[in-house]
């Protein structure tokens, strides 16, 4: 039985069930390289250039900790997921920045999915990756429809108020739904891509802080899909990048939402699509008499004490203006 690794950092927050449920269909055995750790984090520090944004720079740390486990890494070539729409330039070069940045790798499965080129689409994309595990074509498609299914509904348990590692929890039935959100004084979305959220170790716990300080957070994913395309299309243009779209469409509703009492918003120091998003975000939000507003950016010389001293004066304005 083939031995697959998944790093656990970029893309795997939006994906993992699917990669994994599919993986294993096809016979594979699938492991992931756990949370990011500073021994990961420096690991991707020392490999990558610095130019690179802190989300790359960790995932290259996952990916050193997998590479002597297994016989394959799962590295897919998103290139657009949606039409007339395109993934951020690093994250389809992915493969090949892996190849030459890391040595001593075991062969990459990369296939390529690109929706906007006939014959580049998921269906392709599947049966790639049944060719690269000689797994025959029928096989594939019954263990591509049976993941599609489990993925949908790790996306509903999202909506329904759950982070994705509590959703892939449930699913597995390793925990209850009690663990749903728990009714909280202050309610505050913190927008940014999934492995800025998610990932406890590169945003300095934030979420759990939040919690403790009696804040429920929302999130993109905990929002309907067509709540956010049907924001996003309200721009003057369009944005052609997925993550970003995403992230702008979440904004605009958090900010018409009254229930929703400030906006965190995570950014990668070195990340285009970030730099254009947050400025876009923050311009909003000093529109008119001003949402509470709180850009935090991530990158390797983040420290704690600033992180904790920042969130805490935004808490405590947000108690301040719900009082009054
Ligand atoms: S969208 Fe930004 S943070 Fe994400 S991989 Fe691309 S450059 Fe890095």
């Not at 016979?27 to 802190?54: F, H, K, M, N, Y």
């Not at 993109?220 to 003057?236: D, G, H, Q, S, V």
Request: one cysteine or more; aromatic letters at 10%.
């Amino acid at each position: 039985m083939p031995v697959v690794g998944i790093p656990r950092a970029l893309l795997f927050y939006h994906y993992y069930p699917l990669w994994r449920d599919f993986l294993a269909g096809l016979g594979c055995q699938v492991v992931e390289s756990g949370p990011t750790t500073r021994r990961i984090l420096q690991q991707g520090l020392a490999a990558a250039v610095d130019e690179t944004c802190l989300p790359v720079k960790a995932f290259y740390g996952h990916v050193q900790a997998l590479k002597d486990r297994v016989d394959y890494l799962f590295l897919p070539r998103l290139v657009s997921v949606q039409r007339r729409a395109y993934i951020c330039p690093k994250l389809l070069g992915l493969p090949d920045m892996v190849r030459h940045s890391l040595t001593n790798l075991p062969p990459l499965l990369s296939p390529t999915i690109d929706v906007n080129r006939r014959g580049r689409g998921v269906w392709a994309a599947v049966a790639e990756t049944a060719a690269l595990l000689q797994a025959s074509s029928c096989r594939a498609w019954s263990a591509f429809l049976r993941a599609w299914r489990r993925w949908r509904r790790w996306q509903e348990l999202q909506r329904q108020g759950f982070f994705p590692l509590e959703a892939q929890e449930l699913l597995e039935g390793k925990a209850g739904e009690e663990k749903r959100r728990a009714e909280r004084r202050l309610r505050v979305g913190v927008l940014g891509h999934p492995y800025n959220i998610y990932d406890g170790y590169v945003n300095m716990g934030l979420l759990q802080r939040l919690e403790e300080m009696g804040v429920e957070v929302q999130t993109p994913e905990m929002l309907p899909p067509k709540t956010i395309a049907c924001y996003a299309r309200r721009l003057p243009k369009e944005l052609f990048w997925t993550l970003g779209r995403s992230v702008l469409g979440a904004a605009s509703h958090f900010f018409t939402d009254p229930g929703i009492d400030g906006i965190i918003h995570l950014i990668s120091f070195g990340c285009g699509p970030d730099s254009l998003v947050g400025e876009l975000v923050e311009r909003r939000a000093r529109r008119g008499q001003g949402f509470p507003f709180l850009l935090l950016t991530l990158d390797e010389h983040s420290g704690e004490a600033g992180l904790i001293t920042r969130l805490e004066a935004f808490v405590d304005t947000l108690e301040w203006r719900r009082g009054r």
